[in-house]
């Protein structure tokens, strides 16, 4: 099995698919699978674009709504992670994955699937400490605060993550688990990001929470963006441990290394993404906690024993199959021939495939739970200033970039 990774996609689809089709001619290979590691920019139409935390002069449709509308079909099974410039509307609605196009699969805020007999799990979002133990208070439409803090990584979907015990071949992380750059070359690394040295010197270049994971789940393969260059360490977990082979890859610009083929031993295809028995037993013997308010899940009376919940997943997934509900165009897409649509198109808030996905497991719906509330418990969605002054240094910037970054994409430049 051959599957393709890429770093930061920013809407860029149309080159990325050309670039490994390209790929595919010159090399005489077939990639049965691409993954991005976050930055998708899912938007779907105008009102989406709300909801992406870039500067103005950066808000572009780009090319995701051309496969959320049918007029393209993505060329290779998608599955893709949350970042920090998402169209993060869209990707609450998801919140458990599902299908954010036809072909292109969101593995949720948190998540593990199956693509053949090959497991791949991620986490969404960036690591920001202020946030890390509150709940998912927020809710679109955002204000200026929200619109930051709704993709900041939370303890609750890191907890999850943290109880999977069969192996993980395959982990996806946006921001990278903080002291990777201690397994690299991180003299070469701060040459061309020089303002890197510091925070790797002060441990605080990249997210502890991806750390604890890393430690945990000791996959053989981790890839992650966020940074926009490429950098490569190995990982070993104790002395004969397991090895963990880190790469982190830039975004879809010409001259940059954002893409990497890697080949894996696996079972004959053809391959089709599937749930996770695992993962499901998770998902609902956490669900009873979920916090949708700012305060954090109380986890002191959670039962972590899994072994019911995970003859009741397998004998529920025997009944019906292990393949994700179907794709549904929620809103409309945008159309190029107007100027603005005339459509409402905020749409509606719950997804089919989410309210499928939870009748299956039988759990309750609540994502749109209006009780929501800011850190301070009243029903004004907080600021930063509320918890004080703190070194902002997770966010990378859309607009960290070259002078030639207006350019697209080439074939020859992956």
Known sequence: MRIAVEGCMHGDLDNVYKTLQYMEQVQNIKIDLLLCCGDFQAVRNEYDLKSLNVPPKYRAMNSFWKYYSGAEIAPYPTIFIGGNHEASNYLWELYYGGWAAPNIYFLGVAG??????????????????????????????????????????????????????????????????????????????????????????????????????????????????????????LVQHGEGGPLTKFLALDKCLPKRKFLQVIELEAQPGPYEIHYDEEWLAITRRFHEIFPSTAKNANYGNLKLQMQDCRQWVQSRLKERGAKPFEFVQTVPCYDPSRSVSNSPLAGCNRNPQTESLLKFLELPYLLDDTSESGPSGSSIPFSDSDLGSFVNSEDIQIDDIDDGDEETAEPEDA
């Open 112 to 233: 593990v699937v199956k693509f053949g007999n090959i497991r791949i799990g991620g986490l969404s979002g960036i690591y920001n400490a202020r946030h890390y133990r509150l709940g998912h208070y927020e809710r679109p439409p955002y204000n200026e605060d929200t619109i930051r803090s709704v993709y900041h990584v939370r303890e609750y979907d890191v907890q999850k993550l943290m109880q999977v015990e069969e192996p993980i071949d395959i982990f996806l992380s946006h921001d990278w688990p903080v002291g990777i750059t201690d397994y690299g070359n991180w003299k070469q690394l701060v040459k061309f990001k020089p303002f890197f040295e510091k925070e790797i010197q002060e441990r605080r270049l990249g997210s502890k929470a991806a750390a604890e994971l890393l430690e945990k789940l000791k996959p053989p393969y981790w890839f992650s963006a966020h940074l926009h260059c490429k950098f490569a360490a």
